[in-house]
């Protein structure tokens, strides 16, 4: 019986600490969103093969330069992050 205690006292331990470790995780991310200044982000595809298919990526911050980040890049793989400054995508 007194193993069963300890083994119930473990476990609601570890749900606790588990539930404090989320609740400070998405605290300090919504923190960091707020902090971040907001800066317009454009990314750009400008296809280079004759179906249209396959292009160049491009990036502009705010009135930077537009500045090339790839090439052969599949055309409407682009999934940005939420403020834009990362984005994922295909290449060929």
Do not use: H
């Not at 331990?13 to 991310?29: H, R, T, W």
């Not at 705010?62 to 980040?69: F, H, I, L, S, Y």
């Amino acid at each position: 019986m007194k193993s069963w205690g300890r083994l119930l006292l473990f476990f609601l331990l570890l749900v606790v600490l588990a539930a404090c470790n989320q609740e400070q995780s998405a605290s300090s991310s919504s923190a960091d969103r707020k902090n971040t200044a907001a800066e317009p982000v454009l990314w750009l595809v400008k296809t280079t093969s004759s179906d249209g298919m396959i292009g160049d990526l491009y990036v502009k911050y705010g009135k930077a330069e537009v500045e090339k980040m790839a090439s052969d890049v599949s055309v409407g793989s682009q999934i940005a992050n939420y403020d834009g400054t990362k984005v994922l995508f295909l290449d060929n």
